[in-house]
């Protein structure tokens, strides 16, 4: 039925719709009128209340029936939609045509029409409907009419669409994943691999590390042997030699006592001359002994002020009013073994002073940190030392004056060096005839701490 | 030679035996009891063997008290510290004062000689010069302190 109100041609089979036979009743009884009329508000009922356009083709006439609704869906007035087929496959999507009229041929052939496509609205989008529908025949079996609802379905075409999407953005990201994990496991085993080699390196270096351990124990033991037996025989030597230098000088000064007036004055000078040598021996022999304890000191560490045992030295020197021995105020305090350093200092001045060339002389002693280590310096202005001697004078037993002359037994400076080493120092001397003399040495120990004022 | 006036007032003079196998030590004390005008009669033993064949009379020479004996570590045959103990060992002998008179002055020494019961330990280098201080300090002793008298 139309909005013009006109009447319609009620085919045969919409006598259904009525729930009455059509055969019964002609046209223009006034009981059709009125069953006409129901059916006409039923049928416009029926298509407003729907929310579904209605679409009823004459297939003979070519001419089809749109509902308002269908033509609003499709946002066109009445009069800007001719009622025919033509209409609808102008506004049919190209690429639905085909399969649009396919499925209609398959209707007719006797299956049910159910097809979605595409329609062009007004303003040019396309909107995806679900066509349904329904088809008379006649006597023959020929399709007389068509009609049925398109149902939009582009909310639905298009949650689909994004579902489709959805799925292949998620399959895509499923993908990488995998390949991501594919990759991870690939490097995970070139890591393991690598971690194999690397703990297999570890382990050889480790081997070789325990193997010159133990070579270092065992040298340290060698070293250990060798030091005592040089301690065992330094004492005993020492101690042997002592009987009979003793023995020497009693016999030397008894006769002395006994031969005095007795004897020419030469021979008198020849008995000092004995008494002489044996002090010097005794000297030489105490000598060795301190050098071969030297550097072996029980280790015990404890903090030393550097400071007080250089003026404690000082002090011991003492008569010899004339000399100025100069020193920081600020000498270190360090975690060492006092005794050789005090060995070592006391070598250090006590030579500057015995060696001077002037009743006054002045000695100044300086420091610096380096690292865990202290430079220590000690500086006289005497004559100084020719260069030519620089490497000789370490030497045991080393003078550079006639020996008769000098008290010492020129072991000193073998002693210092013996001792620095010993705690992985060094010693050097820096001088030149008339420039006077510097020593200089290392010293462990350092941690920068100095006396708490 | 005997002194009446010093001494144990029974007139018998501390008889003085020297454990010492250098000759020139021995003379060295010789000479400072001269030198001190100390006359007491000095024996001398070359070595703890020596020493004790003197003290136990087998020589056929009589070794009356009261004595001290000046006994040297470093000897050769018996070693001071062997005649010590054995000295300690014996019955007859074991109260004798010994002094020791030798060149170690190792801790080691100085402990076993007290462990054998010294009356004391003396380091010839520090005895002093010619051994004057030994001889003054040996004096005052057997002058002021009661020996162990005969046991028999």
Redesign the interface.
Known sequence: MDDTNKPCQIPKGLADFSGESSDTHSDNDPLVETKLRELQQRCELCAAGTSDGIWDWDLATGTVWYSDLFLRILGYARDEWPATVEAFNEHLHPEDIKRTWEAVDRHFKGEPFDVAYRLKRKDGNFVWFRSRGTSTRDGDGRPLRMAGSIQSIDERKRVEAELRKLNEALQHEAAERIAAQTMLEKLNEDLESRVEARTRELKESLEQLRDSEKRNQEYTRELERQNQDLDEFAYVASHDLKAPLRGIRSVTGWLREDCVGLLPEASQGHLDDLQNRVDRMERLLAAILEYARAGRYAETRLPVDTGALVRNIIESFESNHAFEINLPDDMPVLDTAAEPLLQVFQNLIGNAIKHHDCEEGRVSIGWRGEGNRVHFSVHDNGPGIDPRFHKKIFQMFQTLRPRDEVEGSGIGLAIVRRVVESQGGVVRIDSALGRGTTFHFTWPGYHGKRPNA | MPDLTRGQPDANTVKLLLVED?T??V??IR?AFRKARIGNPIHVARDGIDALSILREETGEPFRRPYLILLDLNMPRMSGIEFLSELRDDERLRDSIVFVLT??DDDKDIMQAYDNLVAGYMV??KAGE?FVKLIGMLDHYWRIVELPPDRT
């Open positions: 250098d020139l030590d003379e060295a000479r060149t170690s010839k280098a010619d």
